[in-house]
């Protein structure tokens, strides 16, 4: 395993598209975050699941906004009717529950244009 | 407001010189991370801090936990090209029996050759 996988890297859409983003996480983890950063900002929660189960999510998930993790394995990040200020990177980290150490992939950067 | 904050936000230094950055909070954690990321990247673990008075060292850097667990440092001796990149520090915040990483803003390092 080589680590957090996030796919695509990099993502362009129109304004009002929809868009979704998968994270694979590392094999053994149970628990998956989702983070939003924006330039000059260290990354936000939007929510965190242990195995399939979703179990906290941050304000900022708005209702268009909607993560599954079927399966307690991958997860998807779907955003429907995109806006410009949606425009972010969004970012996939793992880790076992009890630990406190997380590990990130290296992202997806969204421009809504 | 931040439940992290961290100084100084950005800092501009010429190669072999010192830094120090600074993570503070008036929370008291169970423990707290450092991360490094570069332009375009997710963040990668660099230490994790657990005792309070904690000293850990990773080659030229030191990290430094406070006595009440409520604020850590970070030291690089005679910074490199290489250090270059947005040091962010993250702290576990309890939320419904869970602990959730949550990060300052960070402090974005500029190192001259």
């Not at chain 1, 868009?19 to 965190?48: A, K, M």
């Not at chain 2, 992290?4 to 830094?19: D, H, V």
């Not at chain 2, 490199?80 to 869970?98: F, H, N, R, V």
Request: aromatic share 10%; proline share 4%; with cysteine.
């Amino acid at each position: 395993d080589t680590g957090v996988s996030q796919d695509p890297r990099h993502k362009i859409t129109k304004r009002g598209q929809n868009v979704t983003f998968r994270c694979d996480p590392i094999s053994e983890h149970n628990r998956l975050y989702w983070y939003r950063q924006t330039l000059g900002q260290g990354p936000e929660f939007l929510t965190y699941f242990q195995n399939e189960a979703q179990l906290e999510k941050s304000r900022l998930l708005s209702d268009r906004f909607s993560a599954e993790r079927p399966k307690g394995s991958f997860s998807t990040l779907e955003i429907q009717r995109t806006e410009q200020g949606d425009s972010a990177m969004y970012l996939c980290a793992s880790s076992n529950a009890g630990d406190t150490e997380a590990f990130f992939g290296q992202g997806t950067r969204l421009t809504v244009v | 407001t931040q439940l992290l904050e961290q100084s100084p936000q950005f800092l501009s230094i010429q190669e072999g010189e010192n830094l120090t950055v600074y993570c503070n909070s008036s929370s008291v954690f169970s423990s707290l991370q450092w991360y490094r990321q570069e332009p375009g990247e997710g963040p990668v673990l660099l230490v994790t801090v657990v005792t309070g008075g904690e000293v850990k060292k990773l080659k030229r850097l030191t990290f430094q936990f406070g006595d009440a667990r409520k604020d850590s440092s970070l030291h690089i001796t005679a910074a490199q090209p290489g250090d270059t990149g947005l040091y962010l520090c993250a702290g576990d915040k309890a939320s419904g029996g869970s602990y959730i990483p949550t990060f300052g803003r960070g402090t974005s390092l500029i190192v001259h050759p």
